[in-house]
T-cell receptor
Framework: DVKVTQSSRYLVKRTGEKVFLECVQD?????MFWYRQDPGLGLRLIYF???????EKGDIPEGYSVSREKKERFSLILESASTNQTSMYLC?????????????FGPGTRLLVL | AQTVTQSQPEMSVQEAETVTLSCTYD???????LFWYKQPPSRQMILVIR??????QNATENRFSVNFQKAAKSFSLKISDSQLGDAAMYFC?????????????FGTGTRLTIIP
């Protein structure tokens, strides 16, 4: 069974802290994604990676960075957390090139920045 | 750039009745894929149904079916015989068919409530 896991379900951090959100998939997928979900805005793509050590900016990359050192793991980093980064963060993964293939999502991390 | 619009922030339906969720999109591409995802409260997002644009036949998955109108750029989801477990946020999503373009563009979602 496909599985995408995220390191925390809930996280509370202080403004200015460095925050790491980790995502692991066990499906040998090439592609991994980080989204931010906010009420009324849907899911917005922050960054994605189509291979180890490769990354591309999504629609809202400002204030975030990512790391993909191993195929199964994709980390989202908030260098200096701010209150406007309080949100739900979703990780997803997918195979390349099958067109019809869906993305598989993790359970999400709800981050509160105080 | 593609955009996806869900104009119904909230919908409700009586248990066992039928409900239709709307989705429209904008694209200049002729071939693409469309998806409906379901996000139950405090649970993971899962795929409900998907449609390839070059296929004229509407996709169906048990009680879930779509009405795909390519010329109108419309992709609505019909849920028949609604059940309490159908209560969730539903997101419509678009994906280009270009090889290597794996990104999904999501709508803003529709929260569906099932009334017992």
């Amino acid at each position: 069974d496909v599985k995408v896991t995220q390191s925390s379900r809930y996280l509370v951090k202080r403004t200015g802290e460095k925050v790491f959100l980790e995502c692991v998939q066990d499906m040998d997928h090439e592609n991994m994604f980080w989204y931010r979900q906010d009420p009324g805005l849907g899911l917005r793509l922050i960054y994605f990676s189509y291979d180890v050590k490769m990354k591309e900016k999504g629609d809202i990359p400002e204030g975030y960075s990512v790391s993909r050192e191993k195929k199964e793991r994709f980390s989202l980093i908030l260098e200096s957390a701010s209150t406007n980064q309080t949100s739900m963060y979703l990780c997803a993964s997918s195979l390349t090139g099958t067109g019809y293939e869906t993305q598989y999502f993790g359970p999400g991390t709800r981050l509160l920045v105080l | 750039a593609q955009t996806v619009t869900q104009s119904q922030p909230e919908m409700s339906v009586q248990e066992a009745e039928t409900v239709t969720l709307s989705c429209t999109y904008d694209t200049s591409e002729s071939d693409y894929y469309l998806f409906w995802y379901k996000q139950p409260p405090s649970r993971q997002m899962i795929l409900v149904i998907r449609q390839e644009a070059y296929k004229q036949q509407n996709a169906t998955e048990n009680r879930f079916s779509v009405n795909f109108q390519k010329a109108a750029k419309s992709f609505s989801l019909k849920i028949s015989d609604s059940q309490l477990g159908d209560a969730a946020m539903y997101f419509c999503a678009y994906r280009s068919s270009n090889f290597g373009n794996e990104k999904l563009t999501f709508g803003t979602g529709t929260r569906l409530t099932i009334i017992p």
